[in-house]
């Protein structure tokens, strides 16, 4: 039964010196430290730190945007913990899953995840239907502009392949055979037709 703590900063320019502190004086016998933004998915000391850990060990933060990504990369982290018999906890949010009121909270953080998650969801999908309504697809704009697709038509009945007119006009390939689908053009899927 031990406190492992676990610190990042976004650079190495960044000192990790009051994390560490704030975690020794807490109890933490060792501490995991990544060099990482946030909203990077490499952070190999947190992998470390996770395997590190053992039943009954308190994984101890000094700030809980250190640990997760986001509030739902966050909940899995604990939940997970939780699952393994390993405890949480926060210095700077009180968040302690060792006390039930600590446990509460953090169930209370994760149902806050979870509908944040759904109603971001159910926004996309009435922008997404708003824009069908109006007559505009969601998503990326295609590379194939009216331009392209006229020159792709045209290269196609000189008898280029598919690879030759996504190289001269500067498209991938996939993006030039949806379009000559769409279009009823010839998009025969072979390699290099």
Known sequence: MSMTGYARVSTFEQDPALQHDALTAAGAVRVFTDYASGATA???????????LRPEDTLAVWRIDRLGR??????????????????????????DTTTIGGELVFHI????????????????????????????????????TPDRLTAAHAMRAQGMTLIQIAATLGVGRSSLVRALAQTGGDSTGGTTR
Do not use: K
Request: net charge positive; proline share 3%; hydrophobic share 45%.
């Open 42 to 52: 490499a952070r190999p000391q947190l992998i470390a730190c996770l395997d590190f």
């Open 109 to 144: 953080f994760a149902a806050v995840a979870q509908m944040e998650r759904r109603l971001i969801s159910e926004r996309t999908r009435a922008g997404l239907a708003a824009a069908r309504a109006r007559g505009r697809a969601g998503g990326r704009p295609t590379v194939m």
């Open 70 to 95: 986001s509030v739902a990369d966050l909940t899995t982290i604990v939940n997970d913990l939780g699952r393994r018999g390993i405890q949480f906890r926060s210095l700077t949010e009180a968040i």
